[in-house]
Structures are given as C-alpha cells and as structure tokens.
C-alpha cells in the first residue's frame, strides 16, 4: 500500500508540473485544450516572457513525464517483486489513477481555475473569467475518465501479468 500511496504522490506532482510548465513558461494555446472555452477566448497569443521561456518550460515538460514514468515502473516493479496477482495490480492502478482525478477536481478546478490566483497570474486577460462559478465545467468529462479508468487499469494489469 505503501508503494501506491508513493506512485499516487509521485503522479499528482508529476500532473502538477504537466500543468505548470505549459501555464507559466510555454504558453501556447495549442496545448492548453482541456482549458474552459472562456478563458482559452479571452487568452491572446503570447510570446516568450523571458528568454528561455520555452526552454524551461519544455524541461519542466520533460521532468514531468520521466516522472510519470518512473511512478508506473515503480508500481510495476513492486507488484512484481511482491508477486502481485492480476487484482492487486488492478487495484494499484485504479486507485492511482481515481487519486490523479480526484486531485484533478479538488486542486486544479477547486483550488487553482476557481480559488487562487494561479491562472491570472499568467494570463491577467482571465481576471475576471475565472472564479467559483466555473466549478464543474468539465464534469462529463471526468466522470468519463472514472469510466475509462476501469478498462485501461484492467489492460495494464492484464499486461504486468506477463511478467
């Protein structure tokens, strides 16, 4: 259990990098489709905020997906040497990936798009956009992501087996 609640943090920092190397140093739209329409409406085109900007972006990019990475070899390689059965994997992953989504939902739509003032620190075209109104506005598509969870976690699992 350890280990899950370990990948699980490893996961949530990792989604938090994702987010904030394309919000703060990135900036570039093309990236940003999960954004609420209206805020991606009122964002302009940007250039660099500083030179480099991109460049350090790319690299937060980058560390985010290695440890995305290593939180899936870490669950795997554990699961393995503790000669995990199909259903202990598929337990380790469902409740990694439910942990990601819920963090999903309380930190980054609660916390950071309705609460703070993350998304206006970057884009101060949103100041009066973003709020607590805006709460939900992708609830179908995380009650999909619960559904679809349910099969890739059962592949994975079905997959670590081999090993």
């Known amino acids: 259990m350890l280990v899950t609640i370990v990948a699980a943090v490893i996961v949530m920092v990792a989604y938090f990098l ?5 919000v703060a ?6 990236f940003m489709g999960t954004a609420p329409k209206e805020n991606l409406a009122v964002i302009p ?28 070899v870490l669950s795997v390689w554990d699961g393995v040497r503790h000669d995990f059965g199909y259903w202990k994997f598929f337990a380790r992953f469902i409740v990694i990936m439910y942990v990601m989504e819920i963090y999903d939902i309380g930190f980054f739509d609660w916390v ?14 949103v100041k009066g956009v973003v709020g607590p109104h805006m709460f ?14 349910i099969p890739i976690c059962a592949v994975v699992a079905g997959v670590c087996m081999l090993f």
């Open 25 to 30: 140093f990135v900036q570039d739209k093309r």
């Open 45 to 72: 085109d940007r250039k660099e905020r500083f030179r480099g900007a991109h460049a350090v972006g790319w690299c937060i990019e980058v560390v985010a997906l290695l440890l995305f990475i290593g939180a899936i």
């Open 136 to 149: 939900g506005y992708n609830m179908k598509m995380h009650v999909m992501h619960f559904i679809i969870y």
């Open 112 to 125: 950071l798009l309705c609460h703070s003032n993350f998304f206006p620190r970057y884009y101060p075209e």
């Open 18 to 22: 994702l987010l904030y190397g394309m």
